[in-house]
C-alpha cells in the first residue's frame, strides 16, 4: 500500500501544495488532475524521494518506488534491446521476453535508440518501467508524444500487466487513459500564497 498523509512539498523554494492526503491498495492506481501549474510534478518528484517534503510523510515499501518524468531517458549510442537489457541489468532483474512487443518495439530492436522518432522513443522510455521491477510507480505525463494506438498499449499494460501483478501507479495526466481508477484533483491543496518552509534546491 501507498499511504500520504498531510503531504506538503514546494518548488525552488516557494510552497506548491499542503494537505495533501490519500491511500493507494495495492493493485491500484491513481490520477492527478489539476491545471498546469498546480503542483502534479512537484508531488510525484516529492513523493518518489527526489526532493525533501516540507511536512507529511509516504509510506510505501523501500526501494519499490520509481519516477518517470517527460524525459525519455534513453541511451541514443544503444540499440532498442541494449537500452532495456541496460535497465534490466542495473535493476538485477531479467528482460521480459515480451518486453518488446508489449510496446511495440519488436521491429525495432535493432534500431538506435538516436534513430528514434519522438513516439517511438516514449515507448521504449515508457518500457523500461516493465523491467526495472519496482511497484510503485510515480508517472508525470506518461503519454506525451504518444499516438492513440500507443497510448493504449501503455494503458494496457499497466492494467493487465504492472497493477494486475499488485503494483501501485500514481499518474498525472491531462487525459483518459482509460483505466478504472479514481482521480485526485490537487486544486483544493494549493498551498497559501504566504506559506512558510520550502526547499531551496534546484529543480532538475
Not at 491513481?30 to 526532493?51: D, E, H, M, V
Not at 541494449?82 to 515480451?98: I, S, T
Not at 512487443?101 to 522513443?121: H, I, N, P, V, Y
Not at 497510448?151 to 483518459?176: R, Y
Amino acid at each position: 500500500m501507498l499511504q500520504v498523509q498531510d503531504f506538503a512539498c514546494a518548488r525552488g523554494g516557494v510552497p506548491v501544495l499542503a494537505g495533501v492526503s490519500f491511500e493507494v491498495e495495492a493493485g491500484n492506481a491513481l490520477i492527478l488532475r489539476g491545471p498546469n501549474g498546480i503542483g502534479k510534478t512537484t508531488l510525484l518528484r516529492t513523493l518518489a524521494g527526489l526532493q525533501p517534503a516540507t511536512e507529511g510523510t509516504v509510506v510505501f515499501p523501500e526501494d519499490e518506488g520509481a519516477y518517470a518524468s517527460h524525459a525519455d531517458g534513453i541511451k541514443t549510442a544503444l540499440t532498442v534491446t541494449e537500452n532495456l537489457r541496460f535497465w534490466a541489468d542495473v535493476h538485477g532483474a531479467p528482460l521480459p521476453d515480451d518486453i518488446l512487443e508489449t510496446f511495440d518495439l519488436a521491429d525495432l530492436r535493432d534500431r538506435l535508440g538516436g534513430t528514434l522518432s519522438a513516439g517511438q522513443k516514449r515507448r521504449l522510455g515508457l518500457a523500461r518501467l516493465g523491467v526495472i521491477g519496482r511497484k510503485v510507480l510515480f508517472l508525470d505525463e506518461p503519454t506525451v508524444s504518444l499516438d492513440g494506438f500507443s497510448v493504449k498499449l501503455f494503458a494496457d499494460w499497466l492494467q493487465n500487466t504492472h497493477l494486475a501483478a499488485g503494483g501501485i501507479a500514481v499518474i498525472a495526466t491531462h487525459i483518459d487513459l482509460g483505466l478504472s481508477a479514481p482521480e485526485l484533483d490537487l486544486t483544493p491543496f494549493k498551498a497559501a500564497l504566504d506559506a512558510g518552509g520550502g526547499s531551496d534546491e534546484a529543480f532538475l
